[in-house]
Structure formats: structure tokens, C-alpha cells
């Protein structure tokens, strides 16, 4: 009898110990799934090739290829959260390549989960077996974000010399040329990114841009005036939108944008030069475009005039009412660069 129990007991914790085999209809239906799922993301229909795949997943939960294809169609969907607890069920040592962390570091940087990112996107670079153009560029945009101007600087560079003719990354390496501002480099930058470009509405949006950085490159820094000098004094300014997917994942911060105040009280131009993200950057063009103002003066006369204005984006702490969820900060520099002569009295 005692015998009889103990083999009993030996064929029980071979039993626990033994690996889950799934019946092979299960693996067969996990599979049909999957590649309806990936003949539904190839024909562009991924939100249909979402669901397809959770259903293979559901079937047959470790699954790597639909894994990896299901966190691709989230992240593209802008469905972070869901991306990133997707990568993070697949198992070592599938979840330890290069694919995998990059697709961990593009769902991070969507939740403006920067350090996590910067942390993926590194470690993709490491595990990859050749040099890959869009880690570089992603970790451009992150370091960029952090305001690292010099380091966005560099992983740009890298990526344009990996893959020239990626209108992205030059774009990238203006807008960091912008953050320091080097308006001559960030020029020459943009210039060639809109080589690159055959969109006409994008053509029409750089070529304004590369004007705007020109007009701001050629102004004339305040000490080089000899004449007593006095900015635009503010009246008003327009209260920017906190946009919900900004204020989704608690996005907080400043951002600078040059404005060029007109001689008539009119705003001319307006360039974000460190940005945030998430429609912030358009919320604060908005802004400033709306800013109403006395024109600043040379020497006693109206004179159109550069100045750096930031606008503070914050999220309340819950304390407040709701309608004073944000608060938007608006700071004029001291510095101010003129850009065109002062009116004619």
C-alpha cells in the first residue's frame, strides 16, 4: 500500500513538473488567426488585424510571431499602454532583441515615458545586428524631448548618414540646431529635408518655415542697436488648449516659441523652437499668434521686434476645480531681436 502511494506521489509531481503541451487544434486555430491577423495589417485594415490577433493570443497565449505583430499594430494605432503589456509577455530571450526593445522604446516615447524609452531604444541599439537608421532617429526625438539639444545633434547625424535622403532626420537636426539657436545650420538642415519631400501641403509647410528661421537668423541682437530700445508690452493672450492626449499622459513643461511682433500690433511670425508634443506645440502657435500687444519702440518709434516667449503647460494637482485644470504661464525675455526697421514716423 505504502509503495502504491508513493508511486502515486512520483507520477503526480511528474505531472506539474511536465512542460503544457496544447492540443494541436488549438495550435492549429492560434495559427489560422494569426495569419488572418497579418493578412489584415498587411492589406492596412490593422484595428480588424487587432482583433484577429488577440484572438490568436487568446487561443494560444504565447505566441511570439502574433505577439510581436500585435504590440507593431498597437503601437501604429497609438495604443501604448496595450503595446507595451503585450511586448513585456513575451519570454526571454524572444523579448530580448533588437525588434522587441524598439518597439518597447516607440511605445514609451508615445506615453512620454522618456527615460524608459531612451532606456529601450539603447539597449535595441546594442542588441542590433547592423546599424539601424530609425534607432538613431528615435533616440534623436527622445534626447531632443529632454532637451539635449547637442546629443539629438548627434544621433541625427547618424541617422542621415545611414539612410541620406530620410527627410525626418534632417528635420530632426533642425529643429535641434533650433533649440541652440543655430538658425544658419537649422536652415541649411531644413533645406535639405525638403529635397526629400513630395507631399505639396508639407512643400508649402517647410518652405514657410525655412523662411521664418531666415527672417530670425538675419535679425539683429537688442545690444548691437545703438538706440535706446523698449519690447512690446503684452494686453492680452489667449488661454492655449490642454489637449487630451497631452493632459492622458500628464505631459508638463515649456515651451519657447520666437514670436515676431509687428510694428502695427500685429503678430508677423511665430516658430516653436522647444516643443512638447502631443498638439501643445500647435496649441501655443495658437497663442502667440493671438497675442495682443503694444508694439515695442527704437528710439521713440513703433518697431517690429523678435522675442522669445514661453508658455508654461502644467496639470493641476486635483485640489483645483476642473476648469482650472492647466495653468498657461507666458514669460517675454528680456533679449529681443529686431527684425525689420522701425515705422516711419
Known amino acids: 500500500m505504502m509503495k502504491c502511494c508513493r508511486l502515486v506521489l512520483v507520477f503526480i509531481v511528474l505531472l506539474t513538473m511536465a512542460p503544457i503541451v496544447l492540443p494541436q487544434d488549438d495550435v492549429a486555430h492560434a495559427r489560422r488567426y494569426y495569419e488572418r491577423g497579418r493578412k489584415l495589417y498587411r492589406a492596412g485594415h490593422t484595428d480588424r488585424a487587432i482583433e484577429e490577433l488577440y484572438t490568436a493570443l487568446s487561443v494560444q497565449e504565447i505566441f511570439f510571431n502574433a505577439q510581436l505583430l500585435?504590440?507593431?499594430?498597437?503601437?501604429?494605432?497609438?495604443?501604448?499602454?496595450?503595446?507595451?503589456?503585450t511586448?513585456?509577455?513575451?519570454?526571454?530571450?524572444?523579448?530580448?532583441?533588437a525588434e522587441v526593445q524598439k518597439l518597447l522604446g516607440k511605445a514609451y516615447y508615445g506615453m512620454n515615458k522618456l527615460r524608459e524609452a531612451g532606456q529601450k531604444l539603447s539597449y535595441a541599439t546594442n542588441l542590433s545586428k547592423?546599424?539601424?537608421?530609425?534607432?538613431?532617429?528615435?533616440?534623436?526625438?527622445?534626447?531632443?524631448?529632454?532637451?539635449?539639444?547637442?546629443?539629438?545633434?548627434?544621433?541625427?547625424?547618424?541617422?542621415?548618414?545611414l539612410k541620406p535622403r530620410a527627410a525626418p532626420a534632417h528635420k530632426l537636426l533642425s529643429d535641434a540646431y533650433l533649440m541652440k539657436k543655430d538658425y544658419k545650420q537649422a536652415e541649411e538642415a531644413l533645406v535639405r529635408c525638403l529635397r526629400n519631400v513630395r507631399d505639396p501641403a508639407e512643400v508649402r509647410e517647410l518652405k514657410e518655415r525655412i523662411g521664418i528661421i531666415k527672417s530670425l537668423g538675419k535679425a539683429k541682437p537688442e545690444e548691437t542697436i545703438q538706440k535706446p530700445v523698449s519690447p512690446p508690452r503684452i494686453n492680452k493672450i489667449p488661454q492655449p488648449n490642454y489637449t487630451d492626449e497631452a493632459r492622458r499622459?500628464?505631459?508638463?513643461?515649456?515651451?519657447?516659441?520666437?514670436?515676431?511682433?509687428?510694428?502695427?500690433?500685429?503678430?508677423?511670425?511665430?516658430?516653436?523652437?522647444?516643443?512638447?508634443?502631443?498638439?501643445?506645440?500647435?496649441?501655443?502657435?495658437?497663442?502667440?499668434?493671438?497675442?495682443?500687444?503694444?508694439?515695442?519702440?527704437?528710439?521713440?518709434?513703433?518697431?517690429?521686434?523678435?522675442?522669445?516667449?514661453k508658455i508654461l503647460f502644467t496639470i493641476a494637482d486635483g485640489k483645483k476645480k476642473p476648469k482650472e485644470d492647466s495653468r498657461i504661464?507666458?514669460?517675454?525675455?528680456?533679449?529681443?531681436?529686431?527684425?525689420?526697421?522701425?515705422?516711419a514716423r
Open 70 to 85: 500585435l504590440g507593431r499594430s498597437l503601437v501604429e494605432t497609438r495604443r501604448y499602454r496595450e503595446a507595451v503589456a
Open 249 to 309: 499622459y500628464r505631459v508638463e513643461g515649456e515651451i519657447r516659441v520666437e514670436t515676431l511682433f509687428g510694428s502695427n500690433g500685429v503678430v508677423l511670425q511665430a516658430l516653436v523652437t522647444r516643443g512638447l508634443g502631443f498638439g501643445l506645440d500647435e496649441e501655443a502657435l495658437k497663442a502667440a499668434h493671438a497675442i495682443e500687444f503694444k508694439p515695442g519702440e527704437i528710439d521713440g518709434q513703433p518697431a517690429s521686434m523678435w522675442a522669445g516667449v
Open 87 to 97: 511586448l513585456r509577455e513575451i519570454e526571454s530571450p524572444d523579448r530580448d532583441t
Open 329 to 343: 504661464a507666458l514669460i517675454i525675455e528680456a533679449k529681443l531681436r529686431t527684425g525689420i526697421r522701425p515705422a
Open 130 to 161: 547592423r546599424p539601424d537608421y530609425e534607432l538613431h532617429y528615435l533616440l534623436g526625438l527622445v534626447k531632443l524631448r529632454q532637451e539635449d539639444a547637442q546629443s539629438a545633434i548627434l544621433e541625427a547625424r547618424t541617422a542621415v548618414a
